[in-house]
DNA sequence: CATTTTTTTTAGACAAGTCTAAAATATTAT
DNA sequence: ATAATATTTTAGACTTGTCTAAAAAAAATG
């Protein structure tokens, strides 16, 4: 079995694989995980002995096989557990990823899967993140940022980029939460704010936002 | 915060307290924790420190009262997701002790109290031990071992003494589990087993197992 | 391409929790 | 009460995961 602080890199490794290079830098790992180059450098070696990482001196590191298959195990495990909390214990979606964090490692061969049938097989956790199953698959569906968009789009909500407690917040005081439908009415050059129609109400939607906010068009 | 090292002492502490004398012994812990001697003393150390624990060296070691809430905390905490395991996620009775060994250490102000609304606020865990409520109340019924009981006494098991796997899948060949009723018929006094009447049908408790079923008279 | 800057690795230290072996204290037996 | 035995504590070591400071390598700059 793998320590937490393994599972720990093994998950900052594999999503700084898919959202950056093949290859991920040392300083990228330690700033995802909070912790000094020199940190990681000594638990990268670790894993590259178990074979967890392939890793070349200076050259960064990237997931073996057996690496991505934890990696994926941890990341099933910590968005059932999200789900869990939101639509079991009535959670907040923006309250439930810090529990997660702790859930996530979890030993039991049964447990995860036990969750999973209870939940009756969720796809996706509620933040919008897919949720790989019992097998290691894993479906990314299209998503696109918000803010990438040009006039007159139809689009439904479909996930978050960021997704720290302080953005779902705001999402909330604006009423955007998954799922929720509009229409983009007009791009403002000057500041990249969006005029929307939701629910038949203007509103509109900064910038910053709009890079946060994940959607599908209709 | 406390680690979760710290929290098993406490917990350690708390049920030897209870079993045995007020005041626990370096080695029973070093037992119960299947550590050594040397261990205990300097975690001692460390938990007195932090008021914790009263500690004079060679004299043991007692709960403070800050020390008991810990430890109640933990056990309400193992109990409810052992109630979670076995009423929700259907594991059995002899499945879920470590597990929430495990669970147990999960740290969130919300997260237990939700849990125990969800599962109803349940009185008992799956092994007939009291749960403590959120403010650490815990209620404590009579319970006796099968084995102190004499002739011609009906009763229904209510609790384990013995909690181990092993034990409870045994119980279950006999078709012995919580809130089974049964009549005491005989004691034999070689060996103290005891035949007794269960739905209708004699059966044979033997010695060990008596001293490891708890029940109470009906 | 040589120099400066940035990134990565190494060296050495530290805290937590554990261990073994030895010393100190307490308990039991004679 | 003394000696023998058992329990508990101390001393020193080890592992895991972390850190700071310095050295080495790579990348960027002119
Ligand atoms: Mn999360
Ligand atoms: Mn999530
Ligand atoms: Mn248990
Ligand atoms: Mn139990």
Redesign the pocket.
């Known amino acids: 079995m ?5 599972e ?2 093994l998950k900052a490794i594999y999503s700084l694989e898919r959202e950056f290079a093949d290859s991920v ?4 790992i ?1 700033e995802m ?14 894993l590259a002995q178990k074979k967890l990482v392939i ?7 990237k997931l073996s096989n057996s690496g991505k298959k934890i990696a994926l195990s941890v990341i099933r495990k910590h968005r059932l557990w999200e789900t869990f909390l939101v639509e079991k214990l009535h959670f907040n979606w923006d309250e439930v990823h810090d529990i997660a964090e702790q859930l996530e490692h979890i030993k039991s061969p049964d447990l995860v899967n036990r969750l999973d049938e209870f939940l009756e097989f969720p796809t996706n956790d509620p933040h919008g993140d897919p949720i790989p199953d019992k097998n290691g698959n894993i479906t990314y569906h299209q998503k696109s940022l918000l803010a990438n968009f040009k006039h007159h789009q139809k689009c439904i909500v479909v996930g978050v980029k960021d997704s720290s407690s302080k953005f779902l917040k705001f999402l909330e005081k604006l009423n955007i939460s998954l799922g929720v439908e509009f229409e983009i009415k007009e791009r403002e050059e000057f500041d990249g704010t969006l005029k929307v129609l939701i629910n038949g109400k203007t509103a509109s939607i900064s910038k910053k936002v709009a890079e946060n906010l994940l959607v599908k068009t209709i």
């Open positions: 793998f320590s937490q602080s393994e720990n890199y830098s040392t300083n990228l330690a995980l909070s912790t000094k180059a020199s940190s990681v450098t000594d638990m990268i070696k670790k890793y070349q001196k200076y050259k960064g590191v």
